[in-house]
């Protein structure tokens, strides 16, 4: 009677899209047997950018009442990021030599479970939880999502290099790149709605963001066994037998020297840095008119010194900057899905290039003629969400027809001495401007113009050289 079941069923039919993979070829094309991984790596990069924007509000909130006296809030804020743009060269150095003793999911683990450790401590040492306001605890803790952002955020895209081919990894990285997007406008609006509604005190905004990490590390092992097992149509990344070892023999003061040896790089590296020193003196100015804002209400409406006043300031500027961050990331998300890759198919490199310093220099010269917080906040959203969005595609495509040693080399080099050196000069901005030259806010803005106007004619002459290295490309593949 039982004759009619097979007790050997069929393979999974690897010549059909399942009905997820149909799905995902709305968004990119997507070969049988890919669509269970992209998924997991999507969900992924979502959680882990829902708990980066849970605890990144926080971090603008705890600084703002972290005062360093002799300095202003938008100073301390500078100087903060100066310090940590040099502990980050540091920990890339340090995080290289650790995926070197470890394999990929040992380290993904380790350094997540090493982040939330430090979440929990940070949770206990807030202000006015169990303890007042430790001295320079806000900065500590400011310094120290800049490494979250290395250690967890950053090795996500190691992860997926890794488990990606070439082929493949051009295919799905712009799809699973829309969960990053994704994941960091629904933290942004969590924030923004769970903390104004008073479901969640801000206190407990670290804890909470624990939770998406932990399911974030099962993630990542159900990934890593799935291609064990043989899951996937295709093998892992061809990294291992393309010269993966490569970077790593590479430090970034040589590649430092290779930047200085190419024009190619010299000028990405110039794009870089100015793009990095741009949006970082945007950001400092962002929040010094916050701060001036939330002096002016705290006036108006009564409250004075002590702890009613710090709590005023940290509550509206982590508020503000839950709700600022939702509408960057939403836009982010919409201009990523929808627009980044049809802007490089009809306008190419030079459009997705470049529409960011144009954005940029719209906006600062607005932001100079009317440097209010209304439209300081329009303003910096349309620049964060074509930063994060379309400018972050121009990143990856820019790479596409260098050689291999120009990637391995110049590439890490770039990514973390030019985007740090970015950061530095805007704190050395900060610090000329309010101390030798005494700027006021609207002569910081037009210092910014000026900034986008070399950073636009760095742009035009590195679409020129990655139009000569494309035709380079193309003819020696021809040949």
Not at 114 to 126: A, E, G, T, Y
Not at 291 to 305: F, H, K, R, Y
Request: aromatic letters at 12%; one cysteine or more; a neutral charge.
């Amino acid at each position: 009677p039982l004759n009619h079941i097979n007790p050997f069923p069929a393979p999974v039919n690897m010549t059909q899209l399942s009905t997820t993979e149909r799905f995902l070829s709305l968004f990119t094309e997507v070969k049988p047997g890919e669509g269970g991984t992209a998924v997991m790596m999507f969900a992924n990069v979502f959680l882990i950018l829902l708990a980066y924007y849970f605890i990144k509000p926080l971090r603008e909130g705890w600084i703002a009442i972290s005062d360093i006296e002799g300095l202003s809030k938008m100073e301390v804020k500078a100087y903060s990021s100066f310090v940590q743009s040099v502990l980050l060269l540091l920990v890339v150095g340090w995080y290289a030599r650790l995926s070197e003793r470890w394999d990929r999911v040992t380290l993904f683990t380790r350094a997540t479970l090493f982040c939330i450790s430090n979440m929990v401590l940070f949770w206990f040492l807030q202000p006015n939880l169990f303890f007042e306001q430790l001295p320079l605890s806000g900065i500590v803790y400011y310094l120290w999502v800049g490494m979250f952002g290395v250690f967890v955020v950053a090795q996500f895209w190691t992860f997926c290099a890794d488990v990606y081919n070439d082929e493949r990894g051009k295919r799905m990285l712009p799809f699973i790149a829309v969960g990053a997007t994704a994941g960091a406008a629904v933290g942004s609006w969590m924030v923004d709605r769970l903390v104004d509604s008073g479901i969640i005190p801000t206190e407990a905004l670290l804890l909470v963001a624990i939770v998406p990490l932990l399911v974030s590390i099962l993630l990542v092992h159900r990934v890593d066994k799935r291609q064990n097992n043989g899951a996937d149509e295709t093998p892992a990344s061809d990294a291992a037998t393309s010269g993966r070892q490569e970077p790593a023999k590479a430090s970034i003061w040589s590649g430092a020297k290779l930047v200085l040896a190419s024009r190619f790089l010299l000028l990405a590296a110039l794009v870089t840095l100015f793009t990095n020193w741009v949006n970082t003196n945007g950001e400092n100015l962002l929040f010094r008119v916050i701060q001036e804002t939330l002096a002016a209400q705290a006036q108006e409406q009564g409250i004075g010194g002590g702890d009613a006043l710090l709590a005023f300031v940290r509550d509206g500027t982590t508020a503000f900057y839950g709700d600022f961050y939702f509408w960057v990331n939403s836009v982010a998300l919409l201009l990523q899905a929808f627009v980044a890759s049809r802007l490089l198919k009809y306008g190419g490199f030079a459009a997705i290039l470049l529409i960011l310093p144009v954005i940029a220099l719209t906006s600062y010269t607005v932001m100079a003629l009317l440097p209010v917080l209304a439209i300081v906040k329009m303003m910096k959203i349309a620049e964060n969400a074509t930063d994060y969005s379309l400018n972050n595609t121009s990143r990856h495509v820019l790479w596409l027809p260098v050689s291999s040693a120009m990637k391995f080399h110049g590439k890490p080099a770039i990514d973390t001495l030019y985007v740090r050196l970015g950061d530095g000069l805007a704190a050395i901005t900060v610090l000329v401007g309010v101390h030798v030259l005494a700027l006021a806010t609207e002569q910081f803005f037009v210092f910014n113009v000026f900034l986008v106007l070399c950073w636009l004619v760095a742009g035009v002459l590195l679409v020129r050289e990655h139009r000569r290295a494309s035709d380079a490309a193309s003819q020696e593949t021809a040949t």
